[in-house]
């Protein structure tokens, strides 16, 4: 039964007890790893892996035996050129109330680490994009929350990125500006259409500053609308020079 059980699993997965030594293992595991179904019974990770490897195997067998609890933990498996990540579960067995072993189980998440590493990288690029544009830039999503900000864009209102993000322009900004700022941006997210304004921006020291201010949907590959993204250059110089005029 157990045998059977174990074979129907679609990951690799055994079974050892309180030494350490193999009691069962299933048909992914021997196929996977190359084992010897055979010759790996009754054997502990000492004898079939490097030292290396085997001591973190122990290591993790005895946490989970002391502990009495699972242990989960991600490692990374070489096959000839291949690097492959591996999400591993060890529960302890027991009999009686008395822990006898442990059992355990390893998922194939590579392509999941593939997708997050992607994300990663993407979100590094887009990072360094902004920050290397000399104007205020900003994205929002769907409900109007901030989701990337540039490094002009926290200088020019004192905050910090990690004050910004997953905030509202109503959590972050006076009313008046906040509540005309969300009109526009309603509108953009029906209409689908840019939004071109000129605004003006006291500082702290009471000066005034004028931007452009352009604020365009962000469309998916299915055309749906998922946020906003925002450039606000400064034209202060010019405005004064228009006035002065």
């Given amino acids: 039964i157990l045998s059977s059980f174990l074979n129907s699993l679609p990951d690799p997965a055994w079974m050892k007890d309180i030494e350490g030594r193999y009691i069962a293992l299933n048909q992914e595991l021997i196929r996977r790893f190359n084992y010897n179904s055979n010759s790996t019974i009754g054997m502990t990770d000492s004898e079939i892996l490097s030292p290396e490897r085997a001591r973190f195997f122990d290591d993790t067998d005895r946490m989970v035996i002391q502990s009495e609890k699972p ?29 006898m072993g442990t059992v355990g189980i390893s998922r194939d998440i590579t392509e999941h680490r593939l997708i997050q590493n992607a994300l990663k990288e993407s979100e590094y690029r887009v990072k360094s994009l902004l920050n290397n544009i000399p104007d205020i830039v900003w ?18 209102y004192g905050l910090n990125e990690d004050d910004v993000i997953g905030k509202t322009g109503m959590d972050l900004f006076d009313e008046t500006y906040a509540v005309n700022s969300d009109l526009d941006e309603e509108m953009i997210l029906h209409t689908r259409m840019a939004h071109i304004a000129e605004e003006s921006f006291v500082d702290l020291d009471g000066s005034v500053y004028w931007y452009e201010v352009i604020k365009v949907p962000v469309l998916d590959q299915n055309d749906a609308v998922i946020g906003i993204t925002g450039v606000a250059r400064d034209f202060t110089h010019r405005k004064q020079y228009e006035e002065s005029i």
């Fill in 139 to 156: 994205m929002k999503d769907h409900e109007k929350r901030f989701i990337a900000v540039n490094h002009t864009f926290c200088k020019r």
């Fill in 71 to 99: 242990l989960r933990f991600e490692m990374q498996e070489r096959d000839d050129n291949h690097l492959d990540w591996y999400e591993t579960i060890k529960t302890p067995w027991f009999e009686d109330g008395k822990v």
